[in-house]
């Protein structure tokens, strides 16, 4: 780890935390009633009375046994949720060494089984609701949702996918998603997904590393108020995945099927239970992928009893969902709060799946959505918060929000004006649950706790079972001031391992590098005097925008296939309004010039061939691109310069190339129009 990796942000390092100075009062708290209904209240005084816990203290001491006591800690969430073994486990934790914890050796079970056992005591009451830019939802009745998720998994079976075997989904949030993942859970096979927003490229750089034997798809999808045709980039998939057995086709722009591909409508016909293969704990369920910054997206494996656990205790617990509760986040099937958004299924709720951009027709679609479906948890993105108070919309006044207990915001740290203009638009007495976690574990390390208050600008605690600090460079636990987000215990949902990487090391470089054996996760936190964590970005160079994590390499691979681009540099740069600025800097071949024409080809090749999220703000001539000795680009040093942190605390000049390229970046003023 070299200095110029280790160092922390000047500008963040001299401000002033929350922590610094006693508490100012809380912008929300909770009433006694609301104290005493909550599940992790319930839980607490259930889990005193039969492994321990303490009964006083509130969720402070409920937290600190529940890191000191780990074993015992999951052990009672097992029995709380009433989580069925097929097998019996022989202990808890194992080895519990990070990198390798091994969670409930011998047991066996079902993610699936779990999802769908609401349909056995409520079959005619409301699972899913659909939702698209109409804006009228569209309900699934757990008794539907259970007879298409087993006549679906009988199909998976029909067609010879077996456990391990991966299945593919390059579709958007839709209730056929939700099943695909459910059928393909209930068989064993390992689920996978890619939103249709992503081009083939991106799509390609993810599921080849993974061959997939099935791949589900739609053939187009509707976003801002048009159609989007994806039949060239599904063709282009089929060609480019030779391990396909299967390909099913959703028509949900209304299209035949192409040649040799099935049709859902038929996969779905038969009135069949569903039947659940009982798999290790530690099996694998799904994998999501990082963002590619240095390469090929890590392929990480998440196991079956890992998410079972932590989603039961993240969304029975501490989002205090229940049957009696309607779950929306806005989300796409690329991002890890999709599969956490499927879990609420976990614990009885309707959750809401909507497909559609964020403000169609207009920024306060959202809150629309919320209204119509009588959503008691919200979750979105501080970016669409921050949007919001710009475009002067008016939830509270505009909208039926009434049912609404929760507005949780991830994605991003949500700012303090955000705070602010929740409480003063949607309602005085709302919680407000700005949470922070990661694709890496598919869960929060902190945020919501519905037992404490919430300040300003500020995650309400860590999370239960989860021993998170602030750590210096030299592995010092830090109170009120600014350090690395490390974890110091195991979590059941973290990788059993990324795939394709035999000797683990890939994975081991990733969180334990810097501090061996302990999780360092990179971000800047601070742990305040009180309890709360204050996010305040990456410490890393991962692009982090609109809450999708994306990767630079990426960009670099479409940009620079463009003859007129020699190089480039993209940083992602969160902004203290709560904004986002994502400028790319381009070194350009001789003879060439950045006008109007190269500039949109430049954001038409990264809409077409990746996404509309990575066309940057700004695109920007350099002299050249700053590297390593060993040739990397120093896309963390200057993410630091652009921030204002001093070149001597950014970067060490000796381990650059060319370090008069840098001064270039300490002068850079944002670009205004």
């Not at 403000?359 to 009588?374: L, V």
């Not at 630091?640 to 070149?647: I, V």
């Amino acid at each position: 780890m070299t200095s110029s990796q280790s160092s922390q942000p000047s500008q963040l390092s001299s401000e002033p935390t929350p922590s610094q100075s006693s508490p100012a009062e809380p912008l929300w708290q909770p009433d006694q009633d609301r104290i005493d209904s909550a599940a992790v209240t319930r839980f607490q005084a259930w889990a005193a009375e039969r492994f321990g816990a303490p009964a006083d203290g509130g969720y402070p001491a409920l937290h600190a046994w529940s890191v000191a006591e780990l074993d015992t800690f999951w052990r009672a969430v097992t029995e709380w949720f009433d989580i069925r073994f097929a097998t019996p486990y022989e202990r808890v934790l194992g080895d519990r060494s990070m990198p390798g914890a091994e969670w409930f050796p011998g047991a066996t079970l079902n993610y699936a089984e779990h999802a769908l056992r609401t349909a056995d005591e409520r079959p005619h009451d409301t699972a899913l609701l659909h939702v698209d830019e109409t804006h009228e939802p569209v309900p699934v009745t757990w008794a539907e949702l259970r007879r298409q998720v087993g006549s679906l998994a009988a199909e998976l079976r029909a067609l010879g996918v077996r456990p391990g075997d991966r299945v593919s989904g390059y579709l958007p949030n839709i209730p056929q998603a939700a099943v695909a993942l459910l059928a393909t859970a209930a068989v064993g096979a390992v689920w996978t997904s890619c939103a249709p927003d992503f081009g083939a490229r991106s799509v390609l750089d993810r599921f080849q590393q993974v061959e997939p034997v099935v791949l589900f798809t739609v053939d187009g999808y509707r976003y801002g108020g048009k159609e989007h045709d994806r039949r060239a980039t599904v063709a282009e998939l089929r060609a480019e995945l030779p391990t396909l057995r299967a390909v099913v086709h959703i028509p949900l722009l209304g299209t035949e099927a192409p040649e040799g591909a099935l049709q859902w409508a038929d996969l779905v016909a038969a009135d069949t239970e569903p039947a659940y293969e009982h798999v290790p704990f530690d099996h694998p369920l799904w994998i999501l992928y990082s963002s590619g910054t240095t390469g090929l997206p890590k392929a990480i494996v998440q196991s079956q009893g890992g998410i079972l656990l932590e989603h039961y205790k993240q969304l029975g617990l501490h989002c205090d969902l229940g049957p009696q509760d309607v779950f929306f986040w806005y989300t796409s099937t690329g991002w890890m709060m999709w599969n956490f958004l499927v879990s609420g299924l976990l614990t009885g709720t309707t959750v809401v799946l909507y497909d559609g951009s964020p403000g169609h027709p207009d920024t306060a679609a959202q809150w629309r959505i919320a209204e119509r479906t009588g959503a008691t948890l919200y979750g979105t993105s501080a970016a669409y918060v921050m949007a919001c108070a710009k475009a002067d919309v008016h939830p509270g006044r505009d909208f039926d929000l009434s049912r609404v207990k929760c507005v949780a915001t991830t994605g991003s740290p949500l700012p303090p004006d955000g705070f602010r203009w929740l409480h003063d638009e949607v309602r005085d007495d709302l919680w407000i649950a700005s949470v922070s976690g990661g694709t890496d574990v598919c869960s929060c390390f902190a945020g919501a706790v519905p037992t404490l208050p919430v300040h300003i600008g500020e995650l309400q605690a860590a999370c239960l079972g989860t021993d998170l600090q602030s750590w210096d460079p030299a592995g010092k636990p830090l109170t009120g001031e600014v350090g690395e987000l490390v974890v110091t215990n195991p979590m059941p949902s973290m990788p059993i391992h990324f795939w394709n990487d035999p000797d683990g090391s890939r994975y081991h470089d990733s969180y334990f590098d810097m501090y061996p054996g302990v999780w360092r996760h990179g971000d800047w936190i601070t742990i305040t005097d009180h309890g709360s964590v204050v996010i305040h970005g990456r410490s890393d160079s991962t692009l982090n925008r609109q809450g999708v994590r994306m990767g630079s390499a990426d960009i670099y691979e479409a940009v620079e296939r463009l003859p007129e681009i020699r190089e480039s540099l993209v940083i992602g740069l969160e902004e203290p309004d709560g904004g986002y600025w994502m400028p790319l800097f381009v070194h350009l071949a001789d003879g060439a010039t950045l006008d109007e024409p190269l500039i949109a080809r430049i954001k038409q090749t990264l809409r077409t061939e990746l996404s509309p999220r990575h066309v940057p703000d700004d695109i920007i001539e350099v002299e050249a691109v700053p590297h390593t000795l060993t040739g990397k680009r120093l896309e963390v040093p200057v993410k630091r310069l652009l921030q204002g942190t001093p070149m001597e605390k950014a970067v060490n000049p000796g381990s650059v190339d060319n370090p008069s390229l840098l001064t270039f970046y300490t002068r850079l003023k944002r670009p205004q129009g």
